[in-house]
């Protein structure tokens, strides 16, 4: 079977899956590349893509010889925070359909907030990852490129672009929402990853009064406060500037929570109680849900965002239909020039194959071949290379033509009448 109908794409997404099931499975880029290389070293996987980010952890994968029962049996290992498999949570698409899927999450039409350009970013560098173990081959290279090229089209060429309204926006809209106003009030911004300095841009955007900057490495943190008009603090310093700010937002890549209940229960009481803003924008969740049973404090996660972007969705939505036909029309043509990479490789079996025919041939007639002189042995040569060319040439035509026109039964009539078998049948 070639390798496009193989194609397989299974994960689960914010459309799927809670925030406590997603954050068992998310990883870092390291881990990416630990799981892409065990998936190709053991054969489960002959190519693999890995993206994972806090709405979702996708495989995209050309399965080894034990096909999608290797996978499947792969992914049966991971388990939920109740120890519960993860089959409920998860969904399976396959040839077209995985192409179609990476093509809407490049294009953010699959984003918690339709539209957030943050995706595309987070799709270029799981490519890089998978580049860097090698995992990507014939088939998810080229859709990989394709997929990010798609991503650029439809911001750049629909109105969906025009309109950015990322997950770190939406926390910072949420803020808006809660005080009004934000030209007042103090914020912490913990993490200055990709998220982090989107965040700080639609905090400052918003009017905010002052922005301190929390992050482990002090130097990183400087910089991006210095940009912002901000101020940068030691990661030590946490829990000290929790009473001083109406708002924290956290975008951290920590494995586990980084603010604990009990540092936002004294920071509460030093600031008399009044109303704590905090937005949890990392998965894993970097701060203790425990905080939301705490008066005063209110907790939400990104889970919690789906409403925050009501307003202006009809917009998006409008715009969203012409990024839907581009993706879909991409998504054709891809699995066509697919089809015609396969088809160019077997076209190159046949003709190797003939010309083994021929050298036979012209073997079992030696004796003959061998009565002739040298400029003669050559015009023979050249007569029978024109001959099987020839030969080759209408049904050779014709395969490429059913290619093109995406008709795979025709392709395999015709390779069958010419006696070519299926490799990975």
């Not at 120890?83 to 990476?102: K, M, Q, S, T």
């Not at 929402?177 to 990709?194: H, P, S, T, Y």
């Not at 396969?342 to 083994?356: K, P």
Request: overall charge neutral; some cysteine.
């Amino acid at each position: 079977m070639p390798a496009e109908r193989r194609l397989i794409a299974v994960g689960l997404s914010h459309l799927t899956a809670p925030v406590e099931v997603r954050e068992r499975l998310a990883v870092d880029p390291a881990g990416v590349r630990r799981t892409l290389n065990n998936l190709v070293s053991t054969g489960v996987s002959t190519e693999a893509l890995l993206i994972s980010t806090c709405n979702r952890v996708e495989l995209y994968t050309v399965p080894g010889r034990g096909g999608e029962v290797g996978v499947a049996e792969f992914l049966a290992s991971f388990r939920g925070p109740k120890g519960e498999a993860l089959d409920n949570y998860l969904y399976w698409h396959r040839g077209r359909d995985a192409v179609h899927h990476l093509f809407r999450v490049s294009s953010a039409l699959d984003s918690m907030v339709l539209g957030e350009p943050q995706i595309l970013g987070q799709v270029k560098s799981a490519v890089r990852q998978a580049q860097e173990v090698n995992a990507l081959g014939r088939v998810l290279n080229r859709l990989a490129q394709r997929s990010l090229a798609v991503g650029k089209r439809v911001r750049t060429e629909t109105a969906l672009g025009q309109h950015r309204v990322g997950i770190g926006n939406a926390g910072v809209d949420l803020a808006t929402q809660i005080f009004g106003d934000l030209g007042g009030r103090r914020a912490m911004l913990l993490g200055v990853g990709e998220m982090g300095r989107q965040v700080a841009n639609a905090l400052q955007s918003a009017g905010l009064r002052e922005l301190v900057v929390c992050n482990r490495t002090l130097e990183r943190a400087q910089e991006l406060a210095e940009a912002q008009g901000g101020t940068a603090i030691e990661w030590s310093r946490m829990a000290d500037y929790l009473g001083r700010v109406d708002i924290v937002i956290a975008a951290t890549g920590a494995a586990e929570p980084v603010l604990v209940a009990e540092d936002v229960r004294r920071a509460l009481k030093a600031r008399s109680y009044r109303p704590l803003l905090l937005v949890d924008l990392s998965v894993p969740r970097n701060i203790d849900p425990g905080v939301d049973d705490l008066e005063d404090a209110y907790l939400f996660n990104v889970d919690d965002l789906r409403s925050v972007q009501s307003r202006g969705m009809a917009l998006r939505q409008d715009a969203a239909l012409d990024a839907r036909k581009l993706v879909s029309t991409e998504a054709d043509r891809f699995m066509t020039s697919l089809a015609e990479l396969d088809v160019a490789a077997r076209i190159g079996g046949v003709v190797r194959h003939a010309e083994v025919l021929r050298i036979a041939e012209m073997a079992r007639s030696q004796r003959l071949v061998s009565s002739l002189d040298g400029s003669q042995q050559e015009a023979l040569d050249q007569m029978t290379r024109a001959l099987v060319k020839k030969v080759l040439h209408n049904p050779l035509q014709n395969l490429r033509r059913a290619a093109r026109e995406g008709d795979s039964e025709r392709v395999e009539a015709i390779l069958n009448a010419m006696g070519v078998q299926d490799e990975d049948a």
